[in-house]
């Protein structure tokens, strides 16, 4: 039998881990000029979680959902309930009363896998609660456009709001009526949705579906005077700070918990799955799960989809990289090497060496595939002069390097590479 992963499961190599690992760094630093701080949750939770956060009516909860069944526990189809969960165990309402969170990690659900979309996939969840500002949600977005731009990817913004439990009741009465008209010309599901949440129909990718809706009213008609004014304080925001948006009347989110401002980052270069990223405003959320009546909005990244963006920019990094493959050649050189490279690395640089005893052609040809900036080649003759030869490789130029006893002090020679290595 071939051992192979699960379908819908992806193992993570080197020469890929390094894009995904480049991507997490520019994200934490993006998310600490922000002010945001690192939670890391469990992978298992109860799923009464995501039941009464979710929405018992929505696809995750219903189709999508890895539940132990006797054991009444799920693994997370999404990070924002085990966020919250862990906000309310642990008082962090009473340490501060705005938080500024974020976590990096994998996700399940299970769906059909395709391009940009598996059973495990990662995101990165950002989350602030506690304050119901509009300027918020302007920061909020302003900061996901920035990272993206930051990661060197074009994506639109698109923009939307829900409105709340005041005003939505009116919409979805609207709204029922108008599917009501054409529910034969819909799919099963969109049939099933009518009936338990109407607001989904907008959100179908069924080509019939979208037709049949295009002239369907609008929430943004339907918003009571505070959303109305939260919405429009959201887009004097955004046009203050140069982020341009459109607005997208048919965004209305997979989650029921979602109130006011929902939005999306679409690209045009990965097919269907056109959302790297999305979220919104929900108001009511924490205090559905017992908690205080705090206001809360978030969003997430999926880290497969950016990293496919990236990849077909070509902007990938090398599958190894290190500053420096020393090339020892005979045993006096090897032991030389050998105590150099540790001491190098307890320096910062990232160093290799041939441990194997082969030639100089074969270790050059490892140093290629390392990606290594430099080679510092050690043989008879460079010990007899005291003298190493370093190689840029990239510009092929060459230079001597002092070299030490090792069983002396070589401070000389670790002076001599950091200075060039490190420019």
């Not at 896998?113 to 989350?127: A, C, I, S, T």
């Not at 339907?222 to 429009?232: N, P």
């Not at 909005?297 to 497969?304: C, D, Q, V």
């Not at 460079?382 to 090792?406: A, F, H």
Request: hydrophobic residues 40%.
């Amino acid at each position: 039998m071939k051992l192979k992963a699960l379908n819908g499961f992806k193992d993570i190599i080197p020469g890929e881990v390094e894009l995904w690992q480049a991507v997490e760094t520019t994200a934490r630093q993006t998310f600490a000029r922000f002010g945001f701080s690192e939670i890391r949750m469990p992978v298992l939770e109860k799923t009464e979680l995501f039941a009464r956060s979710i929405g018992e009516a929505t696809d995750i909860v219903e189709k999508e959902m890895y539940t132990f069944v006797d054991k009444q526990i799920t693994m997370r189809p999404e990070a924002t309930a085990s966020l919250l969960r862990a906000y309310l165990e642990h008082g962090l309402h009473v340490q501060k009363p705005v938080q500024r969170l974020f976590t990096i990690g994998p996700m399940f659900r299970h769906e059909r896998p395709q391009k940009g979309r598996l059973r495990q996939f990662h995101q990165m969840d950002v989350e602030v609660l506690g304050a119901e500002s509009p300027l918020v949600d302007v920061e909020l977005m302003a900061m996901g456009a920035m990272l993206l731009d930051q990661l060197g990817l074009s994506v639109s913004l698109e923009l939307n709001s829900l409105g709340c439990p005041d005003c939505r009741p009116a919409f979805r009465k609207n709204l029922l009526s108008f599917i009501n008209e054409r529910i034969e010309a819909l799919c099963d599901d969109c049939k099933r949705r009518s009936n338990t949440n109407p607001l989904r129909v907008l959100d179908c990718k069924n080509r019939g579906c979208r037709h049949q809706v295009e002239e369907a009213p609008s929430i943004q008609d339907h918003l009571c005077s505070g959303c109305a004014d939260h919405f429009q304080a959201v887009q004097n925001g955004l046009q203050q700070l140069g982020v341009k948006y459109s607005l997208n009347k048919f965004m209305v989110r997979g989650l029921d918990y979602y109130t006011r401002t929902t939005f999306e980052f679409i690209t045009g270069d990965l097919g269907a799955q056109a959302a790297v990223g999305a979220g919104g405003r929900y108001d009511g959320l924490i205090e559905r799960l017992g908690g205080p009546a705090v206001p809360g909005i978030g969003f997430a990244l999926g880290m497969e989809r950016l990293i496919l963006l990236l990849q077909q920019k070509d902007e990938t990094s090398s599958a190894n990289h290190c500053d420096l493959f020393v090339a020892g050649l005979g045993e006096a050189a090897a032991n030389l090497a050998f105590s150099l490279v540790h001491t190098l690395r307890g320096n910062g640089l990232s160093v290799l060496m041939d441990l194997e005893g082969r030639g100089l052609k074969n270790q050059m040809k490892q140093a290629n595939r390392a990606g290594a900036g430099h080679v510092l080649i050690i043989g008879e003759d460079e010990l007899s002069k005291g003298q190493g030869i370093l190689r840029n490789m990239v510009t092929q130029e060459q230079q001597e390097i002092p070299l030490s006893d090792p069983n002396l002090d070589q401070q000389a020679t670790i002076d001599a590479l950091l200075a060039i290595i490190n420019g």
